[in-house]
């Protein structure tokens, strides 16, 4: 079960906006809101949201932070600033992979937010079994409220397992296989052979042996082969032109 993700007393309608698009751009479509400086709802939120107004709809309404958390099993306070209050302390790398294991136990957790200007109480962090603090400057800690929601959100993302570390865009190709690497080297071979490429004769089978070995080690898609192919084609037509 994803986290929810509480905003405490947010002061903005258009930070609200803000905060529910960095959530559902990574998947996330449960907001609480603890009792909002403007009411509720916030057309100024609304307009910010933009494709997420969904999920302003959905929003839960709390008067207070222990209301908002109190079906929660395990609670995250993002702050900057030491409390002097005895608690773990996580990147957010390391608590929304917590999240992670816990949502795969069927628990419920939340992360809490404070409002913009001050962050969050004492009484809200106390609520709450781990801070989350991000390794910023120490000289300019403060995070506007979406950008803290949104980098929550995207290691929740990578934390369930849904974000690829890497990968490569194909644009509709497909990887060569090695008989038609074998292929397009055993093509160049042949005319380069017929160049006099290879030479002295001394080195010749060492020279061939990388001409292959460097078209085996390059990731080569079909058209790559078929491309390379025309090539040595048209150099060739080239020469006998000559």
């Known amino acids: 079960m994803p986290p929810v993700f509480v905003l405490i007393r947010p002061q903005m309608g258009e930070n609200i906006g803000a905060a529910s698009r960095a959530m559902w751009n990574f998947g996330l479509d449960r907001m609480r809101l603890v009792a909002p400086r403007d009411g509720w709802p916030n057309p100024k939120a609304t307009a910010m949201a933009s494709g997420a107004g969904r999920l302003l709809?959905?929003?839960?309404?709390?008067?207070?932070?222990?209301?908002?958390?109190?079906?929660?099993?395990?609670?995250?306070?993002?702050?900057?600033?030491?409390?002097?209050?005895?608690?773990?302390?996580?990147?957010?790398?390391?608590?929304?992979?917590?999240?992670?294991?816990?949502?795969?136990?069927?628990?419920?957790?939340?992360?809490?937010?404070?409002?913009?200007?001050?962050?969050?109480?004492?009484?809200?962090?106390?609520?709450?079994?781990?801070?989350?603090?991000?390794?910023?400057?120490?000289e300019f800690a403060s995070l506007n409220l979406a950008q803290c929601v949104l980098l929550m959100a995207y290691e929740w993302r990578r934390a369930e397992g849904t974000a690829e570390a890497r990968?490569?865009?194909?644009?509709?190709?497909?990887?060569?296989?090695?008989?038609?690497?074998?292929?397009?080297?055993?093509?160049?071979?042949?005319?380069?052979?017929?160049?006099?490429?290879?030479?002295?004769?001394?080195?010749?089978?060492?020279?061939?042996?990388t001409l292959r070995n460097l078209f085996s080690r390059m990731p080569l898609t079909r058209p790559d082969v078929q491309i390379l192919h025309g090539i040595m084609r048209q150099m060739v037509r080239w020469k006998d032109r000559g």
């Open 57 to 138: 709809d959905g929003a839960m309404l709390t008067e207070d932070t222990p209301a908002a958390v109190s079906d929660c099993t395990y609670v995250y306070a993002t702050t900057a600033r030491p409390r002097g209050l005895t608690k773990p302390v996580l990147t957010p790398e390391v608590a929304m992979a917590d999240a992670a294991e816990r949502a795969a136990r069927g628990e419920q957790t939340a992360v809490l937010f404070g409002p913009e200007r001050a962050g969050m109480e004492n009484d809200d962090i106390a609520l709450a079994n781990a801070i989350v603090s991000v390794p910023v400057n120490p």
């Open 167 to 209: 990968r490569v865009e194909m644009a509709g190709a497909d990887w060569a296989t090695q008989g038609d690497v074998a292929h397009l080297a055993g093509h160049w071979e042949e005319r380069l052979e017929e160049a006099g490429f290879f030479f002295p004769e001394g080195k010749a089978p060492h020279m061939k042996m």
